[in-house]
T-cell receptor, first 113, second 110 residues
Framework: SQTIHQWPATLVQPVGSPLSLECTVE??????LYWYRQAAGRGLQLLFY??????ISSEVPQNLSASRPQDRQFILSSKKLLLSDSGFYLC????????????FGEGSRLTVL | RKEVEQDPGPFNVPEGATVAFNCTYSNSASQSFFWYRQDCRKEPKLLMS???SGNEDGRFTAQLNRASQYISLLIRDSKLSDSATYLC???????????FGAGTTVTVRA
């Protein structure tokens, strides 16, 4: 069966510090991978998606970046965090070539102080 | 205009009541429609897909109205465990992107 793991679950970071969130999917190959952010009381905002290794599409301009070094690994990074980067970050995957069900990781709750 | 819009609620209903709410979408070419459920501080999980002819899953009924570009969710015989935020999801301008509404909060009281 397929599983998705995302870590860390919770982190508190000072403004200006770097960020790295990691996500891995198991039990499938060539998935579409996504990073979403959910600010408090707001909907999910798509940040990045990837349909293959090294292929990253960015949805919104910001100080975040994403990388897909391996087929089932998706990393969200920032060199310098802003207060506005606080939120609930969710990694998700779908089967390649489809817009079927999105399977989410358990999320990473980031607080920037 | 937002791609997907929902009434945020909250809808406060007693146990056993029926509650229904809609979601509108802007892209007339959308082909995939879903309802997700999100519990407080948890990740969203698929509740049900929405098919053109409408579909039912137990106490939950989903409808699609392409002409008016909205989908609906109806919950019959509400249970306390139905309390959650319900997210409307529609595929966007390209096939790889799913757009989420901000969610409709439902609270079922005893």
């Amino acid at each position: 069966s397929q599983t998705i793991h995302q870590w860390p679950a919770t982190l508190v970071q000072p403004v200006g510090s770097p960020l790295s969130l990691e996500c891995t999917v198991e039990g499938t190959s060539n998935p579409n991978l996504y990073w979403y952010r959910q600010a408090a009381g707001r909907g999910l905002q798509l940040l990045f998606y990837s349909v293959g290794i090294g292929q990253i599409s960015s949805e919104v301009p910001q100080n975040l970046s994403a990388s897909r070094p391996q087929d089932r690994q998706f990393i969200l990074s920032s060199k310098k965090l802003l207060l506005s980067d606080s939120g609930f970050y969710l990694c998700a995957w779908t089967r390649g070539g489809s817009t079927g069900e999105l399977f989410f990781g358990e999320g990473s709750r980031l607080t920037v102080l | 205009r937002k791609e997907v819009e929902q009434d945020p609620g909250p809808f406060n209903v007693p146990e056993g009541a029926t509650v229904a709410f809609n979601c509108t979408y802007s892209n007339s070419a959308s082909q995939s429609f879903f309802w997700y459920r999100q519990d407080c501080r948890k990740e969203p999980k698929l509740l049900m897909s929405v098919y053109s002819s409408g579909n039912e899953d137990g106490r939950f009924t989903a409808q699609l109205n392409r002409a008016s570009q909205y989908i609906s969710l109806l919950i019959r015989d509400s249970k306390l465990s139905d309390s959650a935020t319900y997210l409307c999801v529609v595929n966007g301008p390209n096939d790889y992107k799913l757009s989420f509404g901000a969610g409709t909060t439902v609270t079922v009281r005893a």
